[in-house]
């Protein structure tokens, strides 16, 4: 039981970590759509860089930056040339995919320095606990939070009473890409310790789902992203017990779930009007 | 990425024409595989085995590979393209390329189509195989040793004859050792998904499987039984250096002398379509060394291998029962290739069904 419950806490982390960034992101009003393709250049750079430097922290660092240099993309072209969020962000993930793709191409089938356990536990487990509890913290009790949500809420108030919309969103996106720079080197550092094209395997689109399932709210991320882990893991779980449930429909449960839930949670348009920074998506010119 | 990898293929064996040739023109022989080269798994091996044969017969042939092809329509376009590209010869390497490999060879009669796994024939497509199911008997007797709760985990693919075999031939090996001896599987419907095989096996860990087989593509169940301190085997090469301490053995493919065999006929004008079926004896299955066992399941090990491959041993013989308790092959019987290639049931010991 509680080898099965440490299963999920882990099948549950890369959904926490990326989540936890994005929702950052999102609640400055910045909709992100190329989560998967930061994910997946964290976990090439992570592997690439601990398979030739034999040093995990590097490792890390390496995987946070890749992250972070995709989404500063992202924030060029969005923030300051004002293209259009969901084109750009789904062209990164684009871009992301073909060209971890490429970079990868030599560490496919190679093995690399894995990340210790303590305890048989990975320390990015309770790692990401302790960062979703400090933004979840920073967002409700700080006053920089407060400026953050303020600009996802009225980018124009905000921008008339002094503070730099365009700066601060800026770093809440690289910290965006950070996220799931990290979130990518626990998969193929941690969770799989390889590198295989597209490894993420959609969990990066998992983790845009759980921001709004959680609609915005660090707590209901945390339980999302349990919810998520435990589908993704029973759908492997229940057929090794032998549940006659065909083994192809329960490959698709997780994505299956991520689509009931959008849809339930889009039945109640109130509480997304109430949690949703109500300039999520919208570019801010500051001359207007 | 698979087509620019082609298209330089292409270009480099174009730019190789174009030198003055010896004698005639080469002949020129694709592949196509389903996972990249790199996994060190099946497409692996078979880039290994059209190395071999590149390096055997020299100029006299030039190869070219596609690799992370898919078994959909895909794989149609790019055989396409490799018959108007001149190949005369084409291995198509994965079972899902069956009815694509066909109807392709319908199409381009003059190319000789090779098809790995498959049973579907015509007068210019072979096919060929390798009696994996035998290695799987070895893995069993070492797991009937060595499994203290005497419950195996099988993390498979999809539920082709193939795999169904791999599944039975093992629980057959486990309980000639421990007749009560049990094996949960998981099915992830993919070759080659580093994380889902991880996390298969995870699963079976969970629910006690205390050793780890596999019938997917990469190390990573492997790895993941190394992360709990269980042992495992590998698959279709050996993965010693991804678990030095955890891997018992692994069933190795040896499609080289297969391959060499076939070219040379080719080249001769010999070539027939036939079908191959190649275990132990054949050299085209070997095991990679028996590992991290004591002194006497080692010496179980040997000594399966050796009944197998001296044809003592023919692994599917009677009595078989399956999993509702009926017999499948009364005592005696030997199971032949036919109902081995048609095998959908499952035996006695095994928990889960196929679906």
Known sequence: ?288 | MQRRTFSKLLGASAALSALPAAGADPLKVGFIYVGPVGDFGWSYEHDQARKAAQAKFGAAIQTSFVESVAEGPDCEKVMADMANAGHKMIFTTSFGYMNYTQKLAKRFPTVMFEHATGYKREANLATYNIRFYQGRYIQGVIAGHLSKAGLAGYVGSVPVPEVVQGLNAFMLGMRSVNPKARLKFILINNWYDPPKEGDAAKALMDQGCDIITQHTDSPAPLQAAAGRGIKAFGQATDMTRFAPTTQLTASVDNWGPYYIKRIDEMLKGTWKSTDTWGGLDSGMLTMAPFANMPADVLAAAEKAKADITSGKNKVFTGPILDQTGATKLAAGATMDDGALNAMQWLAQGIEGKLT
């Open chain 1, 1 to 288: 039981m509680i080898a099965l419950l440490l299963s999920v806490l882990a099948a549950a982390t890369p959904l926490l970590l990326a989540a936890t960034g994005e929702l950052v992101v999102e609640r400055v009003a910045v909709l992100n759509l190329g989560v998967e393709g930061m994910m997946l250049m964290g976990a090439i750079a992570g592997f690439a860089v601990a398979h030739e430097t034999g040093s995990l922290p590097l490792a890390l660092a390496a995987a946070i930056g890749a992250g972070m240099a995709l989404s500063l993309v992202f924030a060029v072209l969005t923030l300051t040339l004002q293209a259009n969020q969901t084109a750009t962000g789904l062209a990164l993930t684009i871009f992301g995919r073909g060209f971890s793709a490429l970079v990868g191409a030599g560490y496919v089938g190679i093995s690399a320095p894995t990340l210790p356990k303590l305890l048989g536990i990975d320390p990015m487990v309770p790692l990401a606990l302790v960062i979703l509890a400090v933004v979840a913290w920073f967002l409700a009790r700080t006053h920089a939070g407060l400026i953050l949500r303020a600009i996802g809420d009225q980018h124009d108030a905000a921008h008339v009473l002094g503070y730099k919309v365009i700066r601060i969103r800026y770093l809440a996106v690289l910290f965006g890409g950070a996220m799931a720079g990290l979130a990518g080197a626990y998969m193929s550092l941690a969770y799989t310790p390889l590198w295989a094209q597209d490894m993420i395997a959609g969990r990066g689109w998992v983790a845009l789902a759980l921001v709004t399932f959680a609609a915005w709210r660090p707590f209901w991320l945390l339980v999302g992203a349990w919810l998520f882990g435990l589908i993704m893991y029973l759908s492997l779980y229940v057929q090794a017990i032998g549940v006659p449930i065909p083994s192809a429909l329960l490959s698709a449960l997780p994505y299956l779930g991520t689509v009931i839930v959008l849809v339930l949670i889009s039945r109640d348009g109130r509480r997304i009007r109430l949690h949703r920074p109500a300039m999520l998506g919208r570019p801010f010119h500051p001359a207007g």
